[in-house]
Structures are given as C-alpha cells and as structure tokens.
C-alpha cells in the first residue's frame, strides 16, 4: 500500500534506518554543528564586529531550518503535546526560540539580556544526542545508573563537609581557611586533583589531612567511572532507530514489529 505524505515525512525525520532518513539526519548535523560555531564566532569582539550581519543572517537561516523541522515534528506525530513536552521536544524549542525572543527583548538597556538569551542556542548540542547511537547508548547507561552515582555523589558531598570541617579546625584563619565553605571549597578543588594552589595547609596534622584526601581523590575519581562502564557492559548496542508514532517510545527490539508500550505499528 503506498504510503501517504505524513507516514513518509515521520520515516524521514523520525527514523534513520532509510537512506532518506539518514542523508536527513546527517544534513541535520552539520547545520546544529555550523549553528554551535556560529554562537562561538559571535563571542569574539574582532569576527562580532567585522562580519556581524554575516553571522546574523546565517544564523537566521539556520534557524529557519530549525523553525521547519520543529513544526514538521510536531505536524506528523499523532501526540502532539507529547513530543512538545519530551525531552527531545523542549531541546528543539530551544534551539529556535532564543533568536524569535531577541526580537521581542528591545532597548539599550537589554542588550545584556538579549546577548544571554542568544547565548541559549547552545543548547542545540543536546540535539546531536538523537542522530548518534552511541551517544543514546551513552544517555541510556547513565539513567540506568543513576541510583549509584546518586548515592556517590551523596558520600562525596559528606566526606568534603567533613573533611573541610577537619582542616578549618586544623588550619584555621591564620592560616588561610577562614570559614568552614572556603575549606570545603579546599577539600572539593584537593579531591578532584585539581589544586588550584590559592588555599594551602601549613601545619603537619593539615598537611597529612590533605595527603590523604589527594590519595583519595584518585580512587574517587575511578568509581563514577566504573559504575556506568558496568551499566553499559550489561546492555548490547541497540541499532534499531523505530520511534513509535503514537507514544513516541524507542525502546524497540530491533526485529520488533509493533510497539511494546502501546502496541502501535512501527
């Protein structure tokens, strides 16, 4: 049975297992790419001032193409609202919105904000996650370990507290620790091997106190690391690009012929 217009559009813009689906998502690359250089260019005073209206009006281009490929997602899903409200449908906003909103932000007196605002598009690097398998490989393993790294992150946060508290009682003002969040600021920059250098402990007791946290920071370090390299051993590379129209779930085998949530026909 041939297919109408919107079934064709959905397999283009939605799936990456057809040649027209994949010179799509390709094409669609190098424009989020282009634009992600663009916001770049703009930040440098001398590129800003000589090739202004260059760079404003490709970026208008760029954000014509944007501004099509949104309405079209959301024109040919069966669940509008549902893909506006996903994660994925907030990203493409974004990556629109901010050039229509310096339009409307007007007066001297917001440049600032309107160079915020426009500072926004950056966020259409989130959109490169969705035409890359290895970068939802990527996302999947995180979610999927996200109770561990939590409860990480909740002993991270408890071990600087403590250890910060140690060397202000340790080190003291006099010494360059003059608040117990300065030392956690310490023990956070010790504890991530960075050392910044601009806060030090002098005493003996201090310095063997921040021994230990260096020799720390590395096991530290490994553990995140380990966590998500375990999560993603224990799920193969999932090829298969079918989103389904009607609940927008990719969660599908890749010999699946309908949908396991909703049972909707890929």
């Known amino acids: 049975m041939k297919k109408t217009l919107r079934e064709n559009l959905y ?4 799936e990456a297992d057809t ?20 916001v770049m260019l703009e930040s440098v005073p001398t590129i800003n001032s000589e090739y202004r209206w260059i760079l404003r009006v490709m970026e208008w281009v760029i ?39 310096s339009l409307v932000i007007v007066g001297s007196h917001s440049l600032v904000v309107i160079r915020a605002i426009r500072l926004l598009r950056v966020f259409r690097i989130f959109k490169l996650s969705r035409y ?15 109770e561990k790294i939590f409860v990480f992150l909740f002993f991270i946060v408890n071990m600087v507290v403590i250890v910060g508290t140690l060397m202000y009682l340790i080190e003291g003002p006099e010494h ?3 608040s117990i969040p300065s030392s956690i600021y310490w023990a956070i920059v010790t504890m991530t091997t960075v050392g910044y250098g601009d806060i030090s402990p002098e005493t003996a007791l201090g310095q063997f106190l921040a021994s230990f946290v260096m020799i720390a920071g590395y096991a530290i370090i490994a553990v995140p690391t380990g966590i998500v390299t375990a999560e993603m051993m224990k799920r193969p590379e999932k090829t298969n690009t079918q989103v389904c129209s009607n609940c927008m779930n990719d969660q599908h085998e890749n010999d699946a012929l309908f949908c396991k949530r909703c049972g909707q026909k890929l």
């Open 176 to 178: 360059g620790f003059k």
């Open 63 to 101: 954000t014509g193409i944007f501004t099509v490929e949104y309405t079209l997602r959301v024109a040919i899903v069966k669940k509008p609202f549902k893909y506006i409200f996903s994660f994925y449908g907030i990203i493409d906003l974004l990556a629109v919105l901010p050039t229509y909103l």
């Open 132 to 146: 890359t398998v290895a970068g939802q490989f990527l996302l999947k393993a995180l979610w999927a370990s996200r």
């Open 11 to 14: 397999e283009i813009i939605f």
């Open 19 to 38: 040649p027209s689906g994949k010179i799509f998502d390709v094409a669609l690359l190098i424009v989020i790419l282009i634009s992600i250089l663009l």
